[in-house]
C-alpha cells in the first residue's frame, strides 16, 4: 500500500478503472459463452441463439448515446458504480428455475447486461483521456492500448471459465459466482476511485448528444463497419459451425475462442509498437495506417471464405485464418480506440467517446443479427463474405478523416471554442 501511494494520482486512478475494467470483462465474456452454448444445446436455432443478443446490443447503442452525457454531467465514477451493479442483478437474473428462461426473460436480463457493459467501457476508456497529460499522444496511446488489450485477453480467458462453468458446476451456480465475484470488485471501486471524473466544467445540454465533429463522425461510421464485420461470422456463426458441422464439444469451443481473444487482446497492447504514430503529423499518419490496415484486414475473411469453397480442411482454414484476422483486427481496433482520444473534446470527453461507442454498439448489433441469419440461410462462406465488404467501408470511412498536421492540443482548444 505503501508503494501504491508514492504513485502519481493519475496512475493510481488508471489502475483503479483498469482493476474494475478487468473485473467486468471476466463475467460479460463467460455471461456470453454461457448463453450461447447453453441455449444452442437446449435446441435453439442460430438465428434464435442470435436474437437472444438482440437487447444486449440495442441497448448497447442507447446507452452509450445517453451514458456519454450522464458521465459528463454527473462523473464517470457514477457511470462506472451504476454499470457493476446492473451487471450484478443481470446476473442473478438469470439464476432462477430453468422453467422460467423463455426467450423473452433471457433478452431482458441480456439488456440489462448490455447497458452495464457499455456504461462500464465508455466510462473506462473515457477516463484514460483525463488521466494522461495533454500532448503526451504515444502515452495516451499506450495506456488505452494496455487498457484495451488486456481487456480483450480478459475477455478471451472469460470465454473459457464460462464453458467451464457451464461444464462444471451448471448455468444457475455460474451465474451466482460470476455475481458474487463482480460484488467484491465494486465495493473496492466504490472506496479507491476518485469523485468527480470526467464531470464536465460546465452544465452539458442534452443537445449535444450528437457529435458535430467530423472526425468522431467519420470514424464512428468506420467503427460501425469494422465491428460489424466482426461479428457478423465470430459471434454466432463460428461456435455454431464448430459445434454443428465439425462437432466440437463446449470446452472445446469456448477454449479455442478464449485463446483467440487473448492473442488478440495481447496483439492489441502491444499495438503502439507495431503503429508508431505519436508526434507532430499524428493526424496524418493515423489517418493513412487506419486505410491501410483495413485493407489489410479484408482480405482475411476473403481468403479464409475462398479456402473453405476450394475444400480445404474447414478445422485448418479457420484456425490459421482465424490467427492471421486476430493479428490484424486487434491492430485496427486498438488504432481507433487511440483516434478517437485523440479527436475527442476535452471538456465532456465521454460525450464524444459516447458517441463513438454508440456506432461500435449499432455495428455489433447489426453483425449479430446478420450472423445469425446469413449462416441460417448461406452458410459461413456467406457471412465471411459479408465481413470482407464490411471492412472495405471501414476503410472507405476511414479515407474521409482529417489528415492535417495540428496538434491534439489545437484540436482540444477548437472543441472548448465550439462549446462557449
Not at 269 to 288: E, H, Q
Not at 351 to 379: I, K, P, W
Request: hydrophobic letters at 55%; proline letters at 2%.
Amino acid at each position: 500500500m505503501d508503494q501504491l501511494k508514492q504513485l502519481p494520482e493519475g496512475v493510481r486512478q488508471y489502475m483503479v478503472v483498469t482493476m474494475a475494467y478487468w473485473s467486468f470483462t471476466l463475467t460479460d465474456g463467460a455471461l456470453r459463452m454461457m448463453v450461447l452454448l447453453y441455449f444452442y444445446q437446449l435446441g435453439f436455432s442460430a438465428f434464435e441463439v442470435a436474437m437472444l443478443f438482440v437487447l444486449y446490443e440495442l441497448f448497447g447503442v442507447i446507452t452509450n448515446l445517453l451514458g456519454g452525457w450522464i458521465g459528463a454531467r454527473f462523473g464517470l465514477h457514477r457511470t462506472l458504480f451504476a454499470g457493476m451493479l446492473l451487471q450484478i442483478v443481470a446476473l442473478l437474473m438469470l439464476t432462477v428455475p430453468e422453467a422460467w428462461l423463455g426467450v423473452v426473460y433471457v433478452m431482458l436480463a441480456q439488456a440489462l447486461s448490455g447497458i452495464a457493459k457499455d456504461l462500464n467501457k465508455m466510462s473506462a476508456k473515457s477516463s484514460v483521456k483525463l488521466l494522461v497529460p495533454e500532448g503526451q499522444s504515444g502515452r495516451l496511446f499506450k495506456w488505452v492500448a494496455a487498457l484495451t488489450g488486456s481487456k480483450n485477453a480478459l475477455k478471451g480467458v472469460g470465454f473459457f471459465i464460462g464453458s467451464a462453468l457451464l461444464a462444471w458446476i451448471g448455468f444457475r451456480a455460474g451465474m451466482l459466482a460470476m455475481a458474487a465475484w463482480i460484488g467484491i470488485f465494486l465495493l473496492l471501486s466504490l472506496l479507491l476511485l476518485r469523485r468527480g471524473l470526467g464531470q464536465a466544467k460546465m452544465a452539458t445540454p442534452f443537445s449535444r448528444l450528437l457529435s458535430k465533429s467530423p472526425a468522431v463522425n467519420f470514424l464512428s461510421a468506420a467503427r460501425f463497419f469494422l465491428f460489424g464485420a466482426r461479428d457478423i461470422w465470430f459471434v454466432v456463426a463460428l461456435p455454431v459451425f464448430l459445434h454443428g458441422v465439425l462437432g466440437w464439444s463446449h470446452v472445446q469451443i469456448g477454449s479455442f475462442m478464449a485463446l483467440w481473444v487473448i492473442g488478440y487482446g495481447i496483439v492489441q497492447s502491444l499495438a503502439p509498437r507495431f503503429l508508431r504514430l505519436a508526434g507532430d503529423d499524428s493526424a496524418r499518419r493515423g489517418k493513412r495506417a487506419a486505410v491501410l490496415w483495413a485493407i489489410l484486414l479484408a482480405a482475411s475473411p476473403a481468403l479464409i471464405a475462398l479456402g473453405l469453397a476450394q475444400g480445404l480442411s474447414p478445422a485448418e482454414t479457420l484456425i490459421i485464418g482465424l490467427g492471421i484476422f486476430g493479428f490484424l483486427f486487434a491492430l485496427n481496433s486498438s488504432l481507433h480506440s487511440w483516434l478517437i482520444l485523440e479527436h475527442a473534446r476535452a471538456d465532456g470527453v465521454s460525450l464524444d467517446v459516447g458517441f463513438y461507442y454508440m456506432a461500435n454498439a449499432a455495428g455489433r448489433l447489426v453483425g449479430t443479427v446478420l450472423s445469425g441469419l446469413v449462416y441460417q440461410q448461406q452458410g459461413l462462406i456467406a457471412c465471411l463474405v459479408a465481413a470482407t465488404a464490411f471492412i472495405l467501408l471501414s476503410a472507405l470511412l476511414a479515407m474521409a478523416l482529417p489528415g492535417g498536421n495540428g496538434s491534439r492540443k489545437q484540436r482540444l482548444q477548437s472543441g472548448n471554442a465550439t462549446q462557449t
